[in-house]
């Protein structure tokens, strides 16, 4: 059971690249989320998904898009790469309720690191 | 605007000297407050659920509590290994997919 894992895990782009991160689950879970973590930002919503074939906006989308195709997969895409996105990016999974009440587990992968020159 | 706040930024113990972290939170309709720990290099790892407040919850060292306008984590005791940067995020009516992450306190506690 390897729960999320993140493809790179580290990464150097020039400007103007383009790039995805993959993210992929075992566990069944509906929901899957792209944070970037950022020196004293904390970690910031960039996209979200509540299950295969939707996504949604977060915090801070702008410069991404994300697909969800199969519901054990959630992709990050740069379509043109800045040095503001130069980041550690996180994905993570949940499953929305357990006994009716929201449960807010995530499992987060190891991270990606992505470095724009 | 909701907001989560944590304080304080960064706090050093020396082992077994107890303390408390904090996260503030001015939101409509919180429907859970959680707290997560980071060690360098890793992903979060989930520690805490709180649903209402005078909610508490135990683990080990650290206990969460919860009141309408706070949260605290209170380390008893720490020792080396608690160090780690310490996460508390909301989920509200408004936003029940998402969670919404404060920018966290950074532990260390020395021997």
């Known amino acids: 059971n390897a729960g999320v894992t993140q493809t790179p895990k580290f990464r150097v782009l020039k400007t103007g690249q383009s790039m995805t991160l993959l993210c992929a689950q075992d566990?069944?879970?509906?929901?899957m989320y792209w944070y970037r973590q950022d020196p004293g930002m904390g970690l910031r919503l960039i996209h979200y998904?509540?299950?295969?074939?939707?996504?949604a906006k977060g915090e801070v989308p702008d410069g991404y898009n994300v697909s969800r195709l199969k519901k054990q997969n959630f992709l990050l895409g740069l379509e043109s790469a800045a040095p503001s996105q130069t980041s550690v990016y996180f994905c993570?999974?949940?499953?929305?309720?357990?006994?009716?009440?929201?449960?807010?587990?995530?499992?987060f992968g190891e991270g990606s690191r992505l470095t724009v020159l | 605007e909701d907001q989560v706040t944590q304080s304080p930024e960064a706090l050093r113990l020396q082992e077994g000297e107890s303390s408390s972290l904090n996260c503030s939170y001015t939101?409509?309709?919180?429907?859970?407050l959680f707290w997560y720990r980071q060690d360098p290099g890793k992903g979060p790892e989930f520690l805490f659920t709180?649903?209402?407040a005078g909610e508490e919850k135990e683990k080990e060292r650290l206990k969460a509590t919860l009141t309408k306008k706070e949260s605290f984590l209170h380390i008893t005791a720490p020792k080396p290994e608690d160090s780690a940067t310490y996460l508390c995020?909301?989920?509200?009516?408004?936003?029940?997919?998402?969670?919404?992450f404060g920018r966290g306190t950074q532990l260390t506690v020395w021997p």
């Open positions: 993570a999974s949940r499953t929305p309720r357990t006994s009716g009440k929201n449960t807010g587990e995530l499992f």
């Open positions: 566990m069944n879970h509906e929901y």
């Open positions: 998904s509540v299950g295969e074939g939707t996504t």
């Open positions: 939101v409509s309709g919180l429907r859970g």
């Open positions: 709180l649903y209402s």
């Open positions: 995020a909301v989920i509200t009516s408004s936003t029940l997919g998402r969670l919404y």
